[in-house]
């Protein structure tokens, strides 16, 4: 079995930092696209940052120039880094990532069970 644990949630007052992690853990034969996503009260669930395993980035427009995701292929995690936090940052971010498990085919969507980002002073 596949999982994703995250870590490093917490409260930030505005302009502060945080940075999230995630671990893929289990049987893996491979990982591809690895990803941040949010989910504030009462709103969908919106892909903040995603990373190629060639490494190329992408970001949503409302984070871009503030947070930076990156990742260890050999280690298979993926990170978040958030500078310049403001409170509509504030939820629950989920780490995902495309992984093939040795007993698997394919490569099938896992999900994190999400941390809480509070920006708040």
């Known amino acids: 079995q596949v999982q994703l644990v995250e870590s490093g949630g917490g409260l930030v007052q505005p302009g502060g930092s945080l940075r999230l992690s995630c671990a893929a853990s289990?049987?893996?034969?491979?990982?591809?696209?690895m990803a941040w996503y949010r989910q504030a009260p009462g709103e969908k669930r919106e892909k903040v940052a995603g990373?190629?395993?060639?490494?190329?980035?992408s970001y949503t427009d409302s984070v871009k120039g503030r947070f930076t995701i990156s990742r260890d292929n050999a280690k298979n995690t993926v990170s978040l880094q958030m500078n310049s936090l403001k409170p509509e940052d504030t939820a629950v971010y989920y780490c995902?990532?495309?992984?093939?498990?040795?007993?698997?085919?394919?490569?099938?969507?896992?999900w994190g069970q999400g941390t809480l980002v509070t920006v708040s002073s």
């Open positions: 289990g049987s893996i034969m491979s990982v591809n696209d």
């Open positions: 995902y990532a495309d992984i093939r498990s040795r007993t698997s085919s394919w490569f099938l969507p896992v």
């Open positions: 990373i190629t395993s060639a490494g190329t980035r």
